[in-house]
């Protein structure tokens, strides 16, 4: 496999990955019509509360047994990078994919499905966790809902733009019917349980 991950936390990151991170973070802010590329602000980082870098380096969302930041390498260059942490409502809920970002020309290689997600569920589950959830704003909804219906039709082989390569991550995702409010933020959300639990996800109706 050519690709390798590392994981880094708020309050262990060496110099050499963080210019890593932020070159990274340079040429997604390139393409400037992707509405994601907001979170991957450079210019005055330190200004720019939902970027990847304040939230890492000054919110520090992801410390160490609460949360951790994977870069995805592939030979010695960064080219994804996906976050997760322990909710602030529950602290057996953890948000995966945060801040989730793979470069332009290795996009369509569903690298964080493969390899980021799984590698975080693992993680996670080490870490006490019932329930992970993956959120979406109102522009990102679509991609939550084809989730949906793909999990509703299993016997079909040829999954939308998956096609037959549908990941098995996806496949017992729920999709939560109402948007949520998480971190002040209207949010759609895909939820997969590690064990038996019943949150009342109504507490965080938008």
């Known amino acids: 496999m050519p690709y390798s991950i590392v994981e880094i936390d708020s309050d262990n990151i060496s110099d050499e990955i ?13 393409e400037d019509k992707h509405e994601a590329s907001a979170n991957m602000q450079i210019e005055n980082w330190q200004e720019t509360p939902n970027s990847l870098l304040y939230i890492l380096l000054i919110e520090k969302r992801f410390t160490k047994n609460h949360g ?5 390498f592939k030979d ?15 602290p057996g809920i953890f948000l995966m994919g945060v801040r989730s970002w793979v470069l332009k020309k290795d996009r369509f290689n569903l690298l964080i499905a493969k390899y980021l997600l799984p590698y975080q569920f693992e993680k996670i589950k080490a870490l006490n966790a019932h329930t992970v959830a993956i959120t979406f704003n109102d522009s990102t909804k679509s991609f939550a809902q084809l989730i949906e ?4 039709n299993l016997t079909i082989k040829n999954k939308f733009f998956f ?15 109402e948007p949520l409010k998480i971190k002040n933020v209207r949010q759609w959300v895909l939820i997969k349980k590690i064990h038996a639990y019943d949150f009342d996800w109504s507490s965080l109706h938008w």
């Open 163 to 177: 096609g037959t390569d549908y990941p098995d991550f996806y496949k017992d995702m729920v999709f939560l019917k």
């Open 68 to 72: 951790g930041l994977l870069l995805l």
């Open 76 to 90: 010695s260059r960064v080219i994804a990078v996906s976050g997760y942490y322990r909710s602030d409502f529950d």
């Open 18 to 30: 963080l210019q890593q991170l932020k070159n990274l973070c340079t040429e997604a802010v390139s």
């Open 149 to 152: 219906r793909s999990n509703k």
